[in-house]
């Protein structure tokens, strides 16, 4: 079946470092993946997609290729902020084979700490 | 436009107890599904609904949870009797029409403490 992959976290980082998180992906067909962030006291939103092999999904400085050939979609980002504390989702969607057609399979999630 | 609302936020029952959780989706949103988030883990589909029919349930414990979405809009999740292991967030999110490639908007979460 489906599954995602995240780096073990936590990961902490000083402002301005550079951010990898990296997220592997196993799926039947051709799926679309996306980053979901959790910000302290709020609900999952969308950080970025990307629905075709080599797409590259950016938002707010971050940015995530997807990589057919690696299966791999890691997220990026070159200089953290403090309020880039949050907890990561590294997600895929596919709608091969017939069954639920755009429900999400995610990854366990990396808690990211940005300290001043 | 207005998101993804749920009610209650919290709750906290007792094993064997029943309880049941609200969503009311986006206006115009053809797809809702419901998620369990256990501590430390990624959100788990638990039934996914395409207008008010079930597209995909295989994840639902069917022997004590059930969910229904009237007329297309608003749905119910509840669970009879139930466990400690229930203890988690349960997400609803909906989407436009339920193809992979879209975004799906999340609510903020029930939590549920079972003692």
């Known amino acids: 079946g489906d599954s995602v992959t995240q780096m073990e976290g936590p990961v902490t980082l000083s402002e301005e470092a550079f951010l990898t998180i990296n997220c592997t992906y196993t799926?039947?067909?051709?799926?679309?993946l996306f980053w979901y962030v959790q910000y302290p006291g709020e609900g999952l939103q969308l950080l970025l997609k990307a629905t075709k092999a080599d797409d590259k999904g950016s938002n707010k400085g971050f940015e995530a290729t997807y990589r057919k050939e690696t299966t791999s979609f890691h997220l990026e980002k070159g200089s953290v902020q403090v309020s880039d504390s949050a907890v990561y989702f590294c997600?895929?969607?596919?709608?091969?084979?017939?069954?639920?057609?755009?429900?999400?399979?995610f990854g366990q999630g990396t808690i990211l700490t940005v300290h001043p | 436009e207005a998101g993804v609302a749920q009610s209650p936020r919290y709750k906290i029952i007792e094993k064997r107890q029943s309880v049941a959780f609200w969503c009311n989706p986006i206006s115009g949103h053809a797809t809702l599904y419901w998620y369990q988030q256990i501590l430390g883990q990624g959100p788990k589909l638990l039934i996914q609904?395409?207008?008010?029919?079930?597209?995909?349930d295989s994840q639902l414990p069917k022997d004590r949870f059930s969910a229904e979405r009237l007329k297309g809009v608003d749905s119910t999740l509840k669970i009879q009797p139930a466990k400690l292991e229930d203890s988690a967030v349960y997400l609803c999110?909906?989407?436009?029409?339920?193809?992979?490639?879209?975004?799906?908007?999340f609510g903020p979460g029930t939590r549920l403490l079972v003692l």
């Open positions: 997600a895929l969607s596919d709608g091969a084979g017939g069954t639920s057609y755009g429900k999400l399979t």
């Open positions: 999110a909906s989407s436009k029409q339920g193809v992979p490639q879209e975004t799906q908007y």
């Open positions: 799926a039947t067909g051709y799926p679309s």
């Open positions: 609904f395409q207008n008010n029919g079930v597209v995909d």
